[in-house]
């Protein structure tokens, strides 16, 4: 019992103060789909115009990311989140008394930037205030927070939203942005930023081919997997048939299948280490792709297989972060940790971008069976760059 507990020590405070920040961060970012029609009607513009809402942060925060880790990497890392998470905290207050479009779309704006720092440093953070062979466990519970604000957060806020009106979704994200921006102040660990350095060394993993291939991982990775995901409800109704009920219970079995595959994937992260537990998480990943495309083919219906093969695919889906971010840290080095795991988080967010795109192409020309064969497809191809030998700055766990 006490070898046990020796070698699954609890998890520090802070820990879960990280959590809750990803959670509001990420629950700003998916909550407008909840509220849109609301805010629509509000504010006197279309449906059209207020999804660019979506569109502006998601972009913002895909260039963001990378930029202002460059100007913040050498700051202590419980500053950047504290003063991430205060400007975060204004922004959507600023949200929630907009008082018209271009003001939401300038609070959104800097909200995203805001989010971009705070994820950055977060996942810093938690990388280098893991103990020893804890690394990958830290960071899925940091990843954790996210993936909560599928079934958590954004049901929560939609709810409020629909209840008490679309400002109150913001004053609820500003509010827990300040107690998490408490949170941080008062128990994360003192974790200093990088040394001074000239510019040309800061964006030193803009040019690392080790970064630069597992940021491409992730890219097609993302675009394969979140492809799937966008037209969930499509492939939804060729498989099921068009049930009410379906839609919604099965974004839940996502949400909690997702949770314990970020949390089960930081543990086997620490077991296996970074770069194999990556292969295995996207080896599987490109499974699960195919038997949902089986599924779409064959012509076997009913919501329990389709629920099975949708807990299989998320559970890897959501299990990607831990070890890429443990691989990113390796191959740049913790001088250099929170550019570069900004920059994977660029190509996370590009490649969102990309598979709403190109998975609409899928739909219109060849239609829904083809879609998770054509994300396999592309789930095939970083698995293939996941193997390419990967040098490491720091030793790597066994």
Not at 134 to 143: D, E, F, I, S, W
Not at 207 to 227: H, N
Request: charged letters at 5%; one cysteine or more.
């Amino acid at each position: 019992m006490s070898a046990v507990t020796a070698s699954k020590p609890a998890l520090p405070s802070w820990l879960y103060v990280l959590f809750l920040a990803l959670l509001a961060t990420a629950t700003d970012e998916f909550i407008i789909a909840g509220v849109l029609q609301a805010i629509a009607d509000d504010l006197r513009v279309s449906v059209a115009a207020a999804g660019q809402l979506v569109t502006v942060f998601a972009v913002v925060y895909a260039v963001g990311a990378p930029t202002l880790a460059v100007v913040c990497e050498r700051f202590p890392r419980r500053a950047v989140v504290v003063g991430g998470l205060g400007v975060f905290a204004v922004a959507n207050a600023a949200a929630a008394i907009a008082p018209g479009y271009w003001w939401l779309m300038a609070a959104r704006v800097a909200a995203a930037l805001a989010a971009a720092v705070i994820a950055s440093a977060a996942f810093a953070t938690a990388g280098a205030g893991a103990p020893p062979q804890q690394q990958g466990r830290y960071l899925a519970v940091v990843t954790a927070g996210m993936t909560a604000a599928l079934f958590t957060g954004v049901p929560l806020g939609t709810w409020l939203g629909g209840a008490m009106g679309w400002r109150a979704t913001f004053w609820l994200i500003a509010a827990v942005g300040a107690i998490a921006m408490a949170g941080v102040f008062g128990t994360a660990p003192k974790v200093s930023g990088g040394e001074a350095a000239p510019l040309r060394e800061r964006l030193a993993p803009l040019r690392d081919p080790g970064v630069l291939r597992l940021v491409l991982v992730t890219f097609l990775a993302a675009s394969g997997g979140l492809m799937f995901y966008t037209y969930l409800a499509a492939y939804t109704r060729e498989v099921a048939g068009d049930s009410a009920t379906a839609l919604p219970f099965l974004l839940f079995v996502v949400g909690v299948a997702g949770l314990v595959g970020a949390l089960l994937a930081g543990r086997v992260t620490d077991s296996w280490g970074p770069h194999r537990s990556l292969r295995t998480v996207i080896g599987g990943h490109a499974i699960a792709l195919a038997l949902a495309a089986f599924l779409a083919f064959s012509g076997v219906g009913g919501i329990v297989p389709l629920a099975a093969v949708i807990a299989f695919w998320a559970v890897f889906a959501w299990g990607l972060t831990p070890p890429v971010q443990g691989s990113i840290l390796l191959a740049a080095g913790p001088s250099a940790g929170m550019t570069a795991l900004a920059l994977n988080i660029s190509g996370l967010y590009l490649g969102t971008g990309v598979a709403g795109a190109l998975g609409g192409a899928v739909i219109s020309t060849v239609g829904v069976p083809h879609l998770p064969l054509a994300a396999a497809l592309l789930m095939a191809l970083s698995f293939a760059l996941a193997w390419a030998p990967a040098p490491a700055r720091i030793a790597t766990p066994a």
